[in-house]
C-alpha cells in the first residue's frame, strides 16, 4: 500500500536528503525547516551520484537539474532512501527506492509528514472549534482552557 | 450565533471535568443527569484516591476481584490486555512510585465511552463529550457540517496545533504540560522527555486515551507504536517542535 498521500511526505523526506547534498538553500523552501528534518539521525551524503544527462546549474533554485539518489539515511523509522528528479531547478520526481516496514503490516508509518509545528499552529479564538483535546487538566485549567469558553458559550 | 438545540452539562468528575454537548433538540435533558450520575458512580468504584473505592480495597486486599462490581473485573481485564499490548509500558499494577493499584489511564476514556453508551440508549446521535481534554464526537454539530475538533498546542495554551473534522471520532491527548510529568513507563518510571504531546484519534476512547499515554511514555518510538495499532492514529509534537502524524490523522485534518 502506497497511498497518493505518501508522495507528500516522501518529497518532505526527499528535500532533506536532497539539502545533504550541500546545496545552497532553495529561496522557496521556509528558512527554518530543513535543518529540523534532517535531525534525526541523517548523516550527510558528500558525494551523490548524479545520472541525468548533462545537468544544467539552476540558480534560481540553487538544485542542479538531475536525478540524485540520497544516501541511505537511518530513521526512527528504519532506513529510508530515496531518488529525486530535478528539472527546472525543482523537485518533480521522488522515487521511494528503500522505504521502513515495506513489509509489515503497518506500511503506513513511514509516511510521516515532519512539519515545524509553528506552522501548525492556528489561533483557537479564530479557528471555530467545537471542542478541545489536550491532556487532562486539573479544574483550575480547565477554568482558564478554551474548552472552558466553548462549554459558556450556549 | 449557537444553534438552539444545543445543551451543555459540565461537572467535575474523576479529579478533572466533563462536559456533555448534545445536539438531539428531540431528546429529553434527563439523559444529562443520568450520563452524569453514572460518570459519578464510576468515580467512586474506581478512583484510587478515594480510600473507600473498590480499587483502594482490592489494592489493600480487603476486596477479591469477587466481591468487586462486575465492572472492575471488565476494567481490569483491558488493563491486563494493554499491558501486554504495550510490552509493559502501561501497567496499572505498576506505575504508581506508592505502588497503588492505578487504572485511571483506561478509566477515564472507558467512562467517557459509558455516557455515550446512555446518550445512544436514549436516541442521541449527535453529541460531543469532553472528559478532560479527551473527546469522542458523534453525528454532526449541526445538520450538513462535522465536528471541529482542536488539538491543544503544548506550550501555547490558547492556540491549536491542530484542527480535526470528523463525525464519529474518539481523541486523546497525553503530554507532560498540564498536571506535570505524571506519564511514565511503568518499566522503570522513567519520565519521557522525548515528546511533548501524544494525540491519538480512533474509534474507542478507552484505546485511544490508554495508547495516548503508552505511546507518550515510549517517546519517539511511541509514534510508530500507535500507528502499528489498527484503526488509530497518531499525531505527536516532539520535544524540537516537530509534528510527526500517520496518513490515517491526515484524513481528519483534511476533511471538510
Not at chain 2, 484510587?48 to 489494592?59: K, Q, T, V, W
Not at chain 2, 472492575?72 to 493499584?101: I, K, P, S, Y
Not at chain 2, 453525528?139 to 491543544?152: A, K, Y
Request: charged share 20%.
Amino acid at each position: 500500500m502506497m497511498p497518493t498521500r505518501a508522495a507528500v511526505a516522501i518529497v518532505a523526506t526527499a528535500l532533506a536528503v536532497v539539502l545533504l547534498f550541500s546545496f545552497k538553500t532553495p529561496a522557496q523552501s521556509r528558512p527554518r525547516t530543513p535543518a529540523a528534518d534532517v535531525s534525526q539521525g541523517a548523516t550527510p551524503s558528500p558525494s551523490p551520484s548524479v545520472s541525468g544527462a548533462s545537468p544544467s546549474p539552476s540558480v534560481a533554485s540553487g538544485f542542479k537539474d538531475g536525478t540524485y539518489t540520497g544516501q541511505d539515511v537511518f530513521t526512527q523509522f528504519g532506513d529510508v532512501q530515496v531518488k529525486v528528479t530535478i528539472a527546472g531547478g525543482r523537485i518533480t520526481d521522488v522515487q521511494p527506492l528503500q522505504m521502513p516496514f515495506e513489509k509489515q503490516r503497518s506500511a503506513e508509518i513511514s509516511q510521516f509528514a515532519g512539519p515545524q509545528l509553528h506552522d501548525e499552529v492556528l489561533q483557537a479564538q479564530s479557528a471555530q472549534i467545537d471542542t478541545l483535546s489536550g491532556a487532562t487538566y486539573t479544574s483550575d485549567a480547565y477554568a482558564q482552557s478554551v474548552q472552558a469558553a466553548l462549554d459558556q458559550a450556549h | 450565533m449557537m444553534t438552539s438545540t444545543r445543551r451543555i452539562k459540565v461537572e467535575h468528575v474523576m479529579g478533572t471535568v466533563f462536559s456533555i454537548d448534545l445536539r438531539d433538540p428531540e431528546v429529553g435533558d434527563a439523559v444529562l443527569d443520568e450520563a452524569f450520575t453514572g460518570l459519578h458512580q464510576v468515580d467512586q468504584r474506581f478512583s484510587p484516591f478515594m480510600a473507600a473505592s473498590e480499587i483502594s480495597r482490592l489494592g489493600r486486599g480487603e476486596l477479591t476481584l469477587d466481591d468487586c462490581h462486575p465492572d472492575v473485573a471488565a476494567v481490569l481485564a483491558l488493563c491486563e490486555d494493554l499491558r501486554q499490548a504495550t510490552r509493559g509500558v502501561f501497567n496499572a499494577w505498576g506505575w504508581r512510585a506508592d505502588g497503588r493499584l492505578d487504572p485511571s489511564g483506561v478509566v477515564k476514556g472507558w467512562a467517557a465511552e459509558r455516557a455515550a453508551g446512555v446518550l445512544d440508549q436514549a436516541g442521541a446521535s449527535n453529541f460531543c463529550i469532553n472528559a478532560g481534554g479527551d473527546v469522542i464526537v458523534r453525528g454532526e454539530p449541526e445538520p450538513g457540517r462535522s465536528w471541529r475538533i482542536g488539538v491543544r498546542h503544548p506550550q501555547e495554551p490558547l492556540a491549536l496545533a491542530a484542527l480535526l473534522h470528523a463525525r464519529d471520532l474518539a481523541v486523546a491527548t497525553s503530554g507532560a504540560y498540564e498536571r506535570g510529568d505524571h506519564i511514565s513507563d511503568a518499566r522503570n518510571r522513567e519520565v519521557s522527555r522525548e515528546l511533548l504531546s501524544m494525540t491519538v484519534a480512533g474509534p474507542s476512547l478507552t484505546l485511544s486515551d490508554a495508547y495516548a499515554t503508552a505511546g507518550f511514555a515510549m517517546g519517539e518510538s511511541g509514534i510508530a507504536w500507535v500507528a502499528a495499532q489498527p484503526g488509530y492514529a497518531p499525531y505527536a509534537v516532539t520535544r524540537e517542535g516537530r509534528v510527526r502524524y500517520s496518513d490515517g490523522f491526515a484524513t481528519w485534518l483534511s476533511a471538510g
